[in-house]
């Protein structure tokens, strides 16, 4: 089944300590990007990568860090967590060749106490 | 002015209505359009292309109006499964996916 799959789902963690939200698609995607979403801003691109080792940022980076080592991979770190960075993530993948079709994550919920 | 715009709602129509909404965007360049819906706390998931020429799938209509800037949505003989919020996106030349806020609709029993 085509997929994209984000880990963990939930998490809830403290001011300061490192943690990494993984992301991984089974579709051979080209383009892999994270988002934010929270009530009122809708979605906004953190960071997104168009092949692997080719990352740029999007409109609200601060904070976050990523790496595209393999194809299927693109996982979203954030070195030192703060209370501004609780949210909802979604991870998303898409084709050069479909623009604008993107395949979603089911999300993480991420709480920063 | 935003790159996309859409009415936040809520719609709150009841079943077997007719609703429509539109998203209007700012920058001419832009190249595809799309509507994506997405249930509460869940992933957005595409739900359909829009076309110059309109096309409809089902229950659903989507137009563009190059000349306006705007796409619109109809969903026609609304079903309570059609609660949700919808997203209007738009890819620009350049390949940069712009996501609108969403515009919510409830169906009511």
């Known amino acids: 089944e085509a997929q994209v799959t984000q880990n963990p789902r939930y998490l809830i963690t403290v001011t300061g300590k490192k943690l990494t939200v993984t992301c991984s698609q089974n579709m051979n995607h080209e383009y892999m990007s994270w988002y934010r979403q929270d009530p009122g801003l809708g979605l906004r691109q953190i960071y997104y990568?168009?092949?692997?080792?080719?990352?740029d940022k999007g409109d609200v980076p601060e904070g976050y860090k990523v790496s595209r080592k393999e194809k299927r991979n693109f996982p979203l770190i954030l070195e030192s967590p703060s209370p501004n960075q609780t949210s909802l993530y979604f991870c998303?993948?898409?084709?050069?060749?479909?623009?604008?079709?993107?395949?979603f994550g089911p999300g993480t919920r991420l709480t920063v106490l | 002015r935003k790159e996309v715009e859409q009415d936040p709602g809520p719609f709150n129509v009841p079943e077997g209505a007719t609703v429509a909404f539109n998203c209007t965007y700012s920058?001419?360049?832009?190249?595809?359009f799309f509507w994506y819906r997405q249930d509460c706390r869940k992933e957005p998931k595409l739900l359909m292309s829009v076309y110059s020429s309109g096309n409809e799938d089902g229950r659903f209509t989507a137009q563009l109006n190059r000349a306006s800037q705007y796409i619109s949505l109809l969903i026609r003989d609304s079903k309570l499964s059609d609660s949700a919020t919808y997203l209007c996106v738009v890819n620009m030349r350049d390949d940069k996916i712009i996501f609108g806020k969403g515009t919510r609709l409830h169906i009511l029993p």
């Open positions: 990568s168009m092949n692997v080792e080719v990352t």
């Open positions: 998303a993948s898409r084709s050069y060749i479909t623009q604008g079709v993107q395949f």
């Open positions: 920058n001419s360049a832009s190249q595809s």
